[in-house]
T-cell receptor, first 113, second 118 residues
Framework: AQSVTQLGSHVSVSEGALVLLRCNYS??????LFWYVQYPNQGLQLLLK??????LVKGINGFEAEFKKSETSFHLTKPSAHMSDAAEYFC???????????FGPGTSLSVIP | EAGVTQFPSHSVIEKGQTVTLRCDPI?????LYWYRRVMGKEIKFLLH????????ESGMPNNRFLAERTGGTYSTLKVQPAELEDSGVYFC????????????????FGPGTRLLVL
């Protein structure tokens, strides 16, 4: 069965530092991959998605992720953290176009002033 | 364009009572999904509607949960009777269909309903 793992349930970075949130998927066929963010007391918002084509995907708020098939990874990065980036981040996968979303366990990001 | 809306935002009920959650998808979206996140665990799929038909209900935990989507518009998820382990956040999502070739339609999520069963 397909699964999504995220290394680190909680990550803390200093304001202005690099943000790196790790995600790996387990599938014989690469799925479609997503990153969602949930800000406090809000719903899930799509940050970015990978379907086909370019493996480096740019999203909103300065985030980007790179699909690496050889490593079955889809890590999320941002060069410089802002206080407003504090939220919970979910890596997710979809096997086919209208299939259910398989979520990773989530990583809570804290940004230290 | 309005996003996915869910009602209520919070619900506190006692064990054995009935609760009905409502989801209004983005207008024109044929696909509607329900997910939930129980405390400390992952967000899990419950079921998928295409218009008014249940496409996949493999994630429904038991027969205490009943989902409907009358007329292919809004959907309700009823829990009867509620148990303590049903506490969590229930998310609804919708997507267009049929989609563009070459990739999945993005699922747009609502803010969730936070259910607490005492």
């Amino acid at each position: 069965a397909q699964s999504v793992t995220q290394l680190g349930s909680h990550v803390s970075v200093s304001e202005g530092a690099l943000v790196l949130l790790r995600c790996n998927y387990s599938s014989s066929v690469p799925p479609y991959l997503f990153w969602y963010v949930q800000y406090p007391n809000q719903g899930l918002q799509l940050l970015l998605k990978y379907t086909t084509g370019a493996t480096l995907v740019k999203g909103i708020n300065g985030f980007e992720a790179e699909f690496k098939k050889s490593e079955t990874s889809f890590h999320l990065t941002k060069p410089s953290a802002h206080m407003s980036d504090a939220a919970e981040y979910f890596c997710a996968a979809v096997k086919t176009s209208y299939d259910k979303v398989i979520f990773g366990p989530g990583t809570s990001l804290s940004v230290i002033p | 364009e309005a996003g996915v809306t869910q009602f209520p935002s919070h619900s506190v009920i006692e064990k054995g009572q009935t609760v009905t959650l409502r989801c209004d998808p983005i207008s024109g979206h044929d696909n509607l999904y329900w997910y939930r996140r129980v405390m400390g665990k992952e967000i899990k799929f419950l079921l998928h509607f295409v218009k008014e038909s249940k496409q996949d209900e493999s994630g429904m935990p038991n027969n205490r949960f009943l989902a409907e989507r009358t007329g292919g518009t809004y959907s309700t998820l009823k829990v009867q009777p509620a148990e303590l382990e049903d506490s969590g956040v229930y998310f609804c999502a919708s997507s267009q269909g049929p989609g563009l070739a070459g990739g999945p339609e993005t699922q747009y999520f609502g803010p969730g309903t936070r259910l607490l069963v005492l």
